[in-house]
């Protein structure tokens, strides 16, 4: 098949589901589909400098009804829409990861694409993060999320603080990433709502490792390369996982529900992940990441390739959807 020129589309709006194109875009080109990729996204820090990836469009429109026609039509005028592909994974997602889903849904042989993610950050970003971080190790973590389905994902800001006590009890370092308002934890820095999304993926590259909610960040660490403690509850189960992340959840026989309605147990999966038990699957995890340990060692996220910086266009939310 000759390579062509491909738009993929956001659609499910969260910094994870973004994050993932970067697979998509890498499969594409490492299986010789794809001459030219475009990617239609509201973070289009996220895929600056990365090489797989030609044009970045800037959209801030909400998906609805009409959204693929009024994308498509937009688009069209910009010679942008031939090969749209809108990435979207069903619920429940059975034994696939989501990024299989966007493979399979494509067209790319699943058998050998890498179920990864990626983001190309340069070494002055990462110096920033090593001079703002300090010596020692560092663990990063947040207090809660923030999207349509964070109800049924939230471990609770009372169980993330008690974890970072356990991490401080034994001298590491713990940095506090998320929004301005989300609860603080205690932690040794806190960074609430005083980074871009590009500086909080240097500060989690920098750090030994992370343990988040399934969500953006726990995307992003997989993305520059620092394994992590993913705590998922009933809502996500551990296909939604990367092969360099361990599953904190519960032994229940609803979970994983992938179900974003108010949960009839009261998140009863949730109260059965003590932050003790978070804590031994974060131990085991420094105690294999021991090369981690030295925030100035160079990992395989940096850029080694050498693209131009992708052209940013904006697509602005007037009537849904306009490319400008």
């Not at 390579?3 to 970067?22: C, E, F, H, Q, V």
């Not at 475009?38 to 797989?52: A, C, E, K, M, Q």
């Not at 932050?275 to 160079?298: I, M, S, Y």
């Not at 990992?299 to 693209?307: A, S, Y």
Request: net charge positive; glycine share 8%.
């Amino acid at each position: 098949m000759k390579p062509g020129k491909w738009t993929i589309a956001s659609y499910n709006r969260g910094i994870g589901d973004d994050i993932m194109l970067s697979g998509v875009a890498r499969e594409l080109r490492r299986q010789g589909r794809a001459s030219r990729i475009t990617i239609v996204t509201r973070y289009p820090s996220l895929f600056h400098n990365n090489p797989d990836i030609d044009r970045l469009v800037f959209n801030n429109a909400w998906p609805g009804e009409g959204f693929r026609r009024r994308l498509h039509h937009q688009l069209k005028r910009r010679n942008l829409a031939r090969n749209l592909f809108l990435p979207i994974y069903p619920f429940p997602l059975n034994d696939l990861h989501p990024l299989e889903y966007y493979y399979r849904d494509i067209g790319l042989d699943i058998g050998t694409a890498e179920i990864r993610a990626e983001m190309f950050l340069v070494t002055e970003e990462l110096r920033w993060a090593r001079d703002l971080l300090g010596p020692g190790t560092w663990i990063a973590l947040h207090s809660t999320g923030k999207t349509r389905y964070t109800a049924n994902k939230n471990w609770g800001a009372e169980r993330f603080t008690e974890l970072c006590r356990l991490f401080r009890d034994m001298g590491l370092n713990v940095v506090q990433l998320g929004l301005q308002d989300n609860p603080p934890v205690d932690a040794s820095l806190d960074l609430r709502g005083k980074t871009t999304l590009r500086q909080a993926a240097a500060v989690i590259a920098t750090c030994t490792m992370t343990v988040f909610q399934e969500g953006g960040l726990s995307h992003m660490s997989n993305a520059v390369a620092t394994p992590c403690v993913v705590v998922c509850g009933g809502f996500s189960g551990r296909n939604w996982l990367y092969p360099d992340q361990i599953f904190a959840g519960a032994d229940i026989d609803c979970a994983p529900c992938n179900d974003p309605a108010p949960c009839p147990k009261n998140l009863a999966c949730m109260d059965m992940i003590t932050p003790e038990d978070v804590f031994k699957l974060a131990a085991t995890l420094l105690q294999q990441h021991t090369d981690r340990a030295n925030p100035g060692t160079d990992r395989n996220f940096l850029l080694t390739r050498t693209p131009a910086r992708p052209m940013v266009s904006t697509m602005r939310s007037t009537n849904g959807c306009t490319v400008s």
